[in-house]
């Protein structure tokens, strides 16, 4: 079985500060790993995946994830924010058929 | 290239009534699967279609059913509509057990 946590339910930062969002996993099979990000009232859309290869792995909008296998972790990284990434943003793992979702980290961006 | 679309976008039931969502998936994909997200919390796996069968099902009731088309459409029924089932319905589509990707949901109330 497949499971997800997400550390922080919420993670406020300031405009122009890095930020990391933090994700551990649980799977007895191959290790498949996505970054989802759902802006207000809208669906999910693709940040960054990991399927295999390079344990760093950069996405869009300037997000990278790394995998760290010995600590079961993919945490969410970016150097500098803005406000226009104010969303919440979801960890998931791969099962047989289905995405495993964490709870989600509410990322708010102050000015 | 279209993306995966949904409709209604939103809608509003009474308790026991049935409802009918519909997903059109991304060209090229042959595999929908179906979450639920309620207020505040990571999507849950619904069920997934691959090639118009059932192809893998979360920890949902019967009365949550679905079809796929021969173009790859999807539907998911829910009859005998309780409180509970108010929440965000996500459609995924994909390439087999390949990345996916996300509509962008349709909103659900029951009243």
């Known amino acids: ?111 | 290239e279209t993306g995966v679309t949904q409709s209604p976008t939103h809608l509003i039931k009474t308790r026991g009534q049935q409802v009918t969502l519909r997903c059109s998936s991304q060209s090229g994909h042959n595999t929908v699967s179906w979450y639920q997200q309620a207020l505040g919390q990571g999507p849950q796996f619904i069920f997934q279609y691959y090639r118009e069968e059932e192809n893998g099902r979360g920890n949902f009731p019967p009365r949550f059913s679905g079809l796929q088309f021969p173009n790859y459409s999807s539907e998911l029924n829910v009859n005998a509509l309780e409180l509970d089932d108010s929440a965000l319905y996500l459609c995924a589509s994909s390439l087999g057990i390949g990345t996916q990707y996300f509509g962008p949901g349709t909103r659900l109330t029951v009243l």
């Open chain 1, 1 to 111: 079985a497949q499971s997800v946590t997400q550390l922080d339910s919420q993670v406020p930062v300031f405009e122009e500060a890095p930020v990391e969002l933090r994700c551990n996993y649980s799977s007895s099979v191959s290790v498949y790993l996505f970054w989802y990000v759902q802006y207000p009232n809208q669906g999910l859309q693709l940040l960054l995946k990991y399927l295999s290869g390079s344990t760093l792995v950069k996405g869009i909008n300037g997000f990278e994830a790394e995998f760290n296998k010995s600590q079961t972790s993919f945490h969410l990284r970016k150097p500098s924010v803005h406000i226009s990434d104010t969303a919440e943003y979801f960890c998931a793992v791969q099962g047989a058929q289905k995405l495993v979702f964490g709870q989600g980290t509410r990322l708010t961006i102050n000015p």
